[in-house]
């Protein structure tokens, strides 16, 4: 009578659970992908709207640009949305040889070469996201230049034509700001998960978005209370083309640091887009933290966890606190 051993069905089993488990993992990734790309779709088209009807004969300048702001957060959820449904994908076929492999004396799997979604996911850490990244930081780059130029020219009172709906512009621009706020940091909570790191750099798309939107309200209002005496929103026509422009610089610098920075193998590679500064403001109760994890990155080691940072550390918090 042919015996059937536990122990031959306990690895496919177990391969089989944790199959779901990553599948599952990877999935959700794409799901919030595909919702990040949602939302920052329709703080566009809100934006994209408001302009349009905020001044009579005109586009509002400052809403327009923020409007063109918010395109450029498509790109990140776009290559997030591709890359996490790869790694997906590269899990299973994972799984799959080593369950294969505990089965068989020899497997077609065993060999890297045939491993084909996996290939495919290396390609997409190797072009992919540094071909969004540039683009991303050439589109801010352009288009925040653009419309710091045509800015400037509006800051003069006779040429600035100021909203004629500030109202619908406090109130959209505290909505979209909230709105885009919280949704960045639920993201930037779940890139806390290593398997999740990657969807930092959509959560800062949102957040930059929301910044600019809540401060064009805040801009508003000022102008509102004070008879528009003060002009902030007129200022606002040249600070978020800056702003466009600080951006577009910072990916630049992310990219030419990832190149020599040092990298562990297996290191799941951060994308150039995944911005330091938004990071702070999807998530600022984790100011040290980001500050730690930067250079941590950058360097290859741990910084956070070594005796000077900690110190130093404590000791703005202390100043902080005093302040």
Not at 149 to 168: A, E, F, K, V
Not at 228 to 251: H, K, S, T
Not at 265 to 271: A, D, I, S
């Amino acid at each position: 009578m042919l015996r059937i051993l536990p122990e031959a069905i306990i690895p496919e089993d177990r391969g089989q659970q944790v199959m779901k488990s990553d599948e599952l993992t990877y999935l959700r990734a794409v799901r919030v992908g595909f919702m990040g790309f949602a939302i920052q779709l329709v703080l566009a088209l809100v934006l994209l709207i408001y302009s349009l009807f905020a001044i009579k004969g005109a586009i509002d300048y400052a809403s327009f640009t923020i409007f063109l702001l918010a395109l450029s957060g498509l790109l990140p959820w776009l290559g997030l949305i591709i890359v996490y449904h790869q790694q997906k994908l590269a899990a299973i076929e994972a799984l799959e040889a080593e369950r294969f492999a505990a089965t068989a004396a020899t497997s077609v799997f065993e060999d890297e070469d045939l491993r084909v979604a996996q290939k495919r996911l290396n390609t997409m850490y190797k072009f992919l996201f540094p071909t969004i990244s540039l683009l991303m930081a050439a589109y801010l780059i352009g288009v925040g230049f653009w419309r710091w130029q045509g800015g400037r020219i509006l800051l003069d009172i006779d040429n600035y034509h100021p909203t004629q709906q500030s109202g619908w512009g406090i109130a959209l621009g505290a909505i979209l700001g909230l709105a885009g706020y919280i949704f960045a940091s639920f993201v930037a909570g779940m890139s806390n998960q290593k398997a999740w790191k990657n969807l930092r750099g959509g959560a800062g798309a949102i957040a930059g978005t929301a910044l600019a939107a809540f401060a064009l309200a805040v801009a508003l209002g000022i102008d509102r209370l004070g008879n528009n005496d003060f002009g902030a929103a007129r200022y606002m026509q040249v600070i978020i083309p800056v702003y466009m422009i600080i951006l577009g610089v910072e990916i630049i610098l992310n990219f030419l640091l990832n190149i020599y920075r040092p990298r562990t193998r297996g290191e799941v590679p951060r994308p150039a887009f995944d911005s330091q500064i938004l990071a702070l403001v999807a998530q600022p109760q984790s100011v040290a933290k980001s500050v730690g994890s930067a250079l941590s990155y950058q360097f290859g080691f741990e910084v956070g966890e070594t005796w000077f940072y900690q110190l130093l550390a404590k000791a703005v918090t202390s100043l902080v606190l005093l302040a």
